[in-house]
T-cell receptor
Framework: GQQLNQSPQSMFIQEGEDVSMNCTSSSIFNTWLWYKQEPGEGPVLLIALYKAGELTSNGRLTAQFGITRKDSFLNISASIPSDVGIYFCAGHGSSNTGKLIFGQGTTLQVKP | GAGVSQSPRYKVAKRGQDVALRCDPISGHVSLFWYQQALGQGPEFLTYFQNEAQLDKSGLPSDRFFAERPEGSVSTLKIQRTQQEDSAVYLC???????????????FGNGTRLTVT
């Protein structure tokens, strides 16, 4: 089936630094979404991308839908301690049921 | 409540026992999804309902897993004869629109953590 490869697997950064993570696939995705999950909670949607080449921002977060429709990146600028969590990329692939396929996640730790 | 509600939050079952996990989606949401999340992994799709119709159950790992949404609102995921490999967090998500609407975001519950001993 379709899979998403997310990197890096984990990051440990200093508060104030910028962060970049990405997601790739061998097949085309129709949408790309980025979620954040904190311990004991479900994933929460951060940014949704619906068109190839689309660049969207949400506060300090910026994400882009790759022009080939096979990749996406998420940038976080000026990180703060509350950015800590696991970030997942997800996408709608070839299925018409609307199900999302998730990457393996990037664990972000921020040192104050 | 305003969000997706799942119960119980934690469930410990002895191997071989049957369990039932409940999901209350956001009122009026057409689509309902179940996902399984193993420790350190991303959520993996199990099954999808549009109203009361189960349109995709391709992710259910075995015939021990069964899901229903008889009135198009509350859903139950049942696992029969639980095995240790069933230990995971089971997440429910709902969205306002049906399957053709990619721009209808999924709202996740906080999950049920199932531990099979």
């Amino acid at each position: 089936g379709q899979q998403l490869n997310q990197s890096p697997q984990s990051m440990f950064i200093q508060e104030g630094e910028d962060v970049s993570m990405n997601c790739t696939s061998s097949s085309i995705f129709n949408t790309w979404l980025w979620y954040k999950q904190e311990p004991g909670e479900g994933p929460v949607l951060l940014i949704a991308l619906y068109k190839a080449g689309e660049l969207t921002s949400n506060g300090r977060l910026t994400a882009q839908f790759g022009i080939t429709r096979k990749d996406s990146f998420l940038n976080i600028s000026a990180s703060i301690p509350s950015d800590v969590g696991i970030y997942f990329c997800a996408g709608h692939g070839s299925s018409n049921t609307g199900k999302l396929i998730f990457g393996q996640g990037t664990t972000l730790q921020v040192k104050p | 409540g305003a969000g997706v509600s799942q119960s119980p939050r934690y469930k410990v079952a002895k191997r071989g026992q049957d369990v039932a996990l409940r999901c209350d989606p956001i009122s009026g949401h057409v689509s309902l999804f179940w996902y399984q999340q193993a420790l350190g992994q991303g959520p993996e799709f199990l099954t999808y309902f549009q109203n009361e119709a189960q349109l995709d159950k391709s992710g259910l790992p075995s015939d021990r897993f069964f899901a229903e949404r008889p009135e198009g609102s509350v859903s139950t995921l049942k696992i029969q004869r639980t095995q240790q490999e069933d230990s995971a967090v089971y997440l429910c998500a709902s969205s306002l629109k049906g399957r053709s609407s990619y721009n209808s975001p999924l709202h996740f519950g906080n999950g049920t953590r199932l531990t099979v001993t």
